[in-house]
């Protein structure tokens, strides 16, 4: 695969009612190859990569026992978290690290999943999944412990929005009128502070859209009016000209990182911490199908969909510059990979969408944890 450098979320439970809710439509906006090795040589935490085959499943250093056997939805790989869920949508971690939630995109579902525990059911979106729509993204509120609230990016019949969850409750719009077409529907939601939601739109297959300031489409937002039935600000722009959205995420220090596909390259971009600067940081002309990000202090992680690996950029911690070419983990060993999440051990879970292609597994759509080799880069 050709690289091309540019210039320059234990133990809190969920405290959430299984349920099925719907959406009422409106117009309302306010009522989501190879490359270079690591340096030190990697060493892994819950499992071990032999360095004579490392394209060969991961070896477990649990005490050995009594071992199921391998079936439809039993998967002996120690590092596989959860078996046939529908594709997926985004990840996020839940408090502690022990488990997360993530979107099915065709079927609305919220699915917590937990290592050794079958996944539950949280909630129920009613989606609009034609085409690349349905459930895209979530974000826990920055006060979930307490509040228990959840932030969901959908696709209804008529438009694109925010929603948010909350238990026992009807989904409310907090953010509406975000354009939707044929294609392009995909978007992504973080936290940059408890009264910003960043919300990554993606042209709804119109580049002219993502252009026109006037349009809510190929945008990254800041949404600060996030209390449903209360009118605030419009959203500001603050990164124009997105293609297909990937995802938006944020690294400790506050700068936030945005991964899109185009129709010439796919690339990284980042917005420092004060707003100000955005860097083009890395692009890949052959157009690997950047998705899902997670961010540390140093390091980027980024799903790539087509090239099926886990695409893992060292950064500078105070320019976030990249220098060197990204390294590629569990290449063509998950499949195709699309929402990332960065665990509070520095491990890198993932959702698969392998049902959309041509051959999934029998254990097909699954969510994996991805143990970062210790020195490269920011996430341990």
Do not use: H
């Not at 030190?40 to 990569?49: D, H, L, Q, V, W």
Request: charged letters at 15%; proline letters at 10%; one cysteine or more.
């Amino acid at each position: 695969m050709k690289l091309v450098r540019a210039s320059s979320r234990t133990a809190t439970t969920v405290a959430v009612l299984t349920m099925t809710v719907a959406l009422a439509a409106g117009c309302a906006r306010f009522d989501d190859s190879t490359a270079s090795p690591f340096t030190p040589e990697p060493s892994f935490g819950a499992a071990e990569i032999d360095p004579a085959d490392p394209d060969a499943p991961p070896t477990s250093t649990t005490p050995s026992g009594p071992q199921p056997q391998p079936g439809p939805c039993i998967d002996l790989d120690p590092n596989v978290i959860a078996t046939c869920l529908d594709p997926t949508g985004g990840l996020v971690m839940l408090p502690g690290g022990a488990s997360a939630l993530v979107a099915e995109r065709l079927t609305g579902r919220i699915m917590q999943v937990t290592q050794g525990q079958s996944p539950v059911e949280i909630a129920r979106l009613d989606v609009d999944a034609g085409s690349d729509g349905g459930l895209l993204d979530l974000a826990l509120s920055p006060s979930f412990a307490e509040d228990g609230l959840m932030y969901a990016y959908i696709t209804t019949a008529s438009d694109n929005r925010v929603v948010r969850i909350a238990a026992g409750d009807t989904p409310k719009n907090v953010l509406t009128g975000i354009p939707r077409g044929a294609q392009g529907n995909r978007g992504a939601l973080d936290f940059l502070n408890p009264g910003q939601l960043l919300v990554l739109t993606g042209d709804a297959g119109n580049t002219a859209s993502a252009a026109d300031p006037a349009s809510l489409a190929g945008k990254l937002l800041r949404v600060d009016s996030l209390v449903p039935g209360q009118s605030g600000p419009p959203p500001q722009v603050a990164l124009s000209g997105i293609g297909t959205a990937g995802d938006v995420c944020i690294d400790p220090s506050g700068g936030i990182w945005v991964t899109d596909r185009t129709a010439v390259e796919d690339r990284l971009q980042r917005i420092d911490p004060l707003g100000a600067v955005v860097s083009p940081v890395w692009t890949w002309p052959d157009r690997p199908g950047v998705a899902g990000c997670g961010a540390g202090d140093g390091a980027v992680a980024i799903s790539l969909t087509d090239a099926k690996a886990m695409a893992v950029l060292v950064t500078d911690p105070d320019t976030g510059a990249v220098t060197a070419a990204p390294s590629l983990l569990v290449q063509d060993r998950y499949g195709r990979l699309n929402g990332a999440a960065i665990a509070p051990d520095g491990q890198i879970w993932a959702g698969t969408v392998n049902k959309n292609g041509d051959a999934p597994g029998p254990n097909d759509d699954r969510v994996v944890k991805i143990p970062v080799p210790a020195g490269g880069g920011g996430f341990d």
